[in-house]
C-alpha cells in the first residue's frame, strides 16, 4: 500500500535532494550490504580522504557502485596531498586506475591561490563531473561571508556541478560552529546569492540533517552522510522519523501534535 502525503523526491538520477555518502574504507561485503538496501538513495559516494590510495580492492568496489548509477570520487584531502608534493600527474593516473568518474577539488588542508583552483576546476570538467569544497578543515581558519559567496560562485562558474559546504566528517568546523551547530547567518548569506541546488552541504550528524530538512526542505542537497546512515536520512527527508514527523503533514493534521 503506498503512504500518501509524503513530501515529493525526485529519482535518480537526481538534481537535487543530493544524498552524498561518505565511505571510510568500507570492505566489499559491506559495500554490497549497503547497495542491497540504499543503492536508489544515494547519488555520490566519496572514497574520504586518502583512503582510495591504502585500501585493497578500491577499483572493484568503484564498479559495484557504479553499477547502481552512483557517482564516485576520492577525498578533496587526496587531490591536495599530490598537489602539494608537485604530482598531479600522478593524481590523474590514480582516478583513472580506479576509473573514478567525478572528481572532487577542495582547499582545505593548505592555501592554493583561488585562481589556480577554479584553473584546476576547469582542467578537470573537461573530463569529468567536479565537486569543489568551500572553507577550511581547521576550527582556527576563519573566512567572512563575502569569502564563501564569491569562491562558491567562481567556483560553479570554473566547471563544478556542486560546490560542498566544508565540515569534515566530525561536523564541527566550516559551516558549523565547535559544538556542531550550523551557522545560520552564514547559510542564509550563501543562499542569497548562490543556488540552493548546487550546494552540497556537509552534514555528517542526525542533528545538522534535521537542521537542514526543517530550513530548507526534503529535497535538500546533504553530503558526508555515514554509509548506513543513508536510510535513516531519508525518512527524515520523508517524515517518517519522530524529529520531521509533522513538517510535511498538511494544516489541518498540525494539531494532533503532542504537547
Partial sequence: MK???????????????????????????????????????????????????????????????????????????????????????????????????????????????????????????????????????EAGVVMNHGEWVTQMKHELEAGSSYVIGEARESGNVGIYSQNGKADNSLINDILKEVPKDKIIWEAPLKPQQVWFIKMQGAEVNLGNIAPFDAVPLETLRLGLRGDTFFDFLPADLQHLKLE
Fill in 3 to 137: 503512504l500518501t502525503l509524503l513530501p515529493e523526491r525526485e529519482a535518480k538520477p537526481r538534481k537535487k535532494g543530493i544524498t552524498m555518502v561518505m565511505d571510510k574504507g568500507l570492505g566489499i561485503s559491506q559495500a554490497r550490504d549497503l547497495m542491497s538496501t540504499a543503492a536508489h538513495l544515494i547519488d555520490f559516494i566519496k572514497l574520504g580522504f586518502g583512503t582510495s590510495y591504502v585500501s585493497n580492492n578500491v577499483e572493484e568496489k568503484v564498479r559495484l557502485y557504479q553499477e547502481y548509477n552512483i557517482k564516485v570520487f576520492a577525498g578533496g584531502t587526496l587531490f591536495e596531498a599530490f598537489l602539494i608534493r608537485n604530482q598531479l600527474d600522478n593524481y590523474l593516473k590514480h582516478l583513472e586506475n580506479l576509473g573514478l568518474d567525478a572528481v572532487e577539488v577542495s582547499d582545505g588542508s593548505f592555501k592554493i591561490p583561488h585562481e589556480e583552483k577554479c584553473g584546476y576546476i576547469e582542467k578537470f570538467s573537461r573530463d569529468r563531473l567536479v565537486l569543489s569544497e568551500v572553507g577550511a578543515k
